[in-house]
């Protein structure tokens, strides 16, 4: 049967929000706590009323600590609104939606990075209080902001994630501070390091999401000098992405959205690509670029779902490194 | 009987946060809007997780807008403390507590402060925002801080007031930007003007409300210098404070802590003084310091005291202003 991972070997995912988490949560729930780096992207972090935002990392921290919000998709289970509904009687900004207890994060993170902690160690921090025992680590310390130019104007992320609803046509994408950035440190020496057993590009969007983390200087080097195979899941299925903007943009940027072209976009970086098995009919193209397939359900409704994708990218990576 | 203020006439009333702001809403109920400037003092200020928090412009804006907590003193009605309780899991600073309706106001505040806006004009957009028609000023736009230095260390007031709950013995007060501060210019404007009529001291405390406004340079001097009646309402009731940490400072800063030690405080700035019905043999004490004397009955409870309290001030006023 398939080969398994070890103790002593590491796996290091790479996420965006809602899609990439729920891979994240599966890996989590499978592997020992010390096997596990999940590496965030924070270009779509975002400063708003004072606060230091970083969605993409609060949704995978919640969805570790398993106090994310299932329904709504983000922010926090249980959660209450008392201060956006204040803040909207007194006129201001509350086309971003931050929630009591989420206030608390946002509170907490930008009063230590006020105070000149790092991201990463204000994130490990925050991992701690929530009793998450993996390593969740942002993609740098330094700032890097999506800008997303539309064919009506240059919009931060999250102004056009959140406030124009993904709805302006997307002309190109610029990840302002992205030269200037340095990786986290711990991630570029795990890429380097020889218990490196795979390195899984989550279910997250292409573009806005992964994109940011392989510009980081040295880390698309790293990701295909690595001896460990880099397995990315497709975050496309049938078409259409199972959360945001991905097919979308696809569109927007002139390719198809499709899992083939998914994998077209990530190109030589891949050595395996997991896609969904309404897909299986793109296998053989994907195939023919050089990449090893793994069709599988990759739909995560349940934690169920969430845990045996996990295992199977995992299998699939073990597979492809014992080639 | 007791004169009459006039449509035309002007009332500036300085106060401090709870005991000052019942007696500015009786005044409130009583004017027209037009008729009250209400000056607050923004000396106990203060930035606390980044957000910039003026307990005593609150306390007064709220109390106006009638959504104060009656119960509790200070904060808003109808509270709920969800943020406070996750910062609390994730280890922050809860010792001052922020409710989810409270941090709107702190929120917006501070994103318009950061904007530029002076203090005046985001008190002025807050107090619009909730309906509040009479005007409601901060002492200065500029930075003023109390440091209250004790017999164990030099505290913040906040520190002093709500985490350490006033139990360290004051040595002494200090108010840090004082005398680079420039006292708000409609006040100073309306002190030297022919329509005001009386310039009211609500029951704060001296040395802590009152004494940050009155530090101010050309206040103090203005207030000497204008025809209209500087009346003072004693925060004292029986040798003790009605709300606060008054009457142990005064023991602490070596005076007794009786009312006329309150009137020989504020010295030859008064022109009238009202004690309580309580406090009235000591009458005689304070006439003898040549300042009329009005006994009232000054604990307000009910918005009928207010009120009444505030017609009674107004009419010693208008009797001073007649003679």
């Known amino acids: 049967m398939s080969s398994e991972i070890l103790p002593s070997e590491t796996i290091v995912a790479l996420s965006g929000g809602v899609g990439g988490a729920k891979l994240a949560l599966g890996l989590a729930k499978h592997l020992a706590d010390e096997q596990l780096m999940i590496i965030a992207n924070t270009a779509d972090d975002f400063e708003h009323l004072g606060l230091s935002i970083s969605p993409d990392l609060d949704t995978v921290m919640y969805t570790l600590a398993g106090i994310n919000n299932t329904e709504q998709g983000w922010g926090l289970a249980n959660e209450s609104w ?32 006020r105070r000149g902690e790092s991201l990463s160690d204000v994130t490990q921090y925050l991992c701690e209080q929530l009793n998450i025992g993996c390593r969740l680590l942002p993609m740098t310390d330094d700032p890097v902001r999506t800008l997303v130019v539309t064919d009506q ?139 090893a397939t793994s069709v599988q359900q990759t739909i995560m409704t349940s934690l169920d779902d969430r845990i045996a994708l996990a295992q199977s990218v995992l299998s699939f990576a073990a597979d492809l490194a014992s080639q």
């Open 82 to 113: 008392n201060t956006m509904d204040a803040l909207e009687q007194l006129g201001g900004e509350t086309w971003f939606r931050l929630g009591d207890r989420d206030l608390a994060t946002h509170l907490e993170r930008s009063t230590r990075l």
């Open 153 to 291: 104007e240059q919009l931060s992320f999250q102004e056009y994630f959140v406030r124009e609803q993904c709805q302006p046509k997307v002309l190109s994408l610029d990840f302002a501070g992205i030269e200037q950035a340095t990786a986290q440190a711990e991630f570029l020496n795990v890429l380097e390091s020889d218990q490196l057993q795979a390195i899984i590009i989550c279910p997250s969007n292409p573009f806005v999401s992964v994109e940011p983390i392989l510009s980081l200087a040295g880390v698309r080097d790293r990701m295909k000098n690595s001896k460990a195979p880099v397995i990315a899941v497709s975050p496309i299925v049938s078409g259409a992405a199972i959360k945001g903007p991905a097919a979308k943009m696809m569109r927007e940027l002139n390719m198809p959205s499709t899992v083939s072209a998914v994998a077209a976009y990530y190109g030589d970086l891949l050595d395996g690509f997991v896609l969904d098995q309404r897909d299986q009919e793109m296998e053989p193209e994907i195939a023919a670029m050089g990449v």
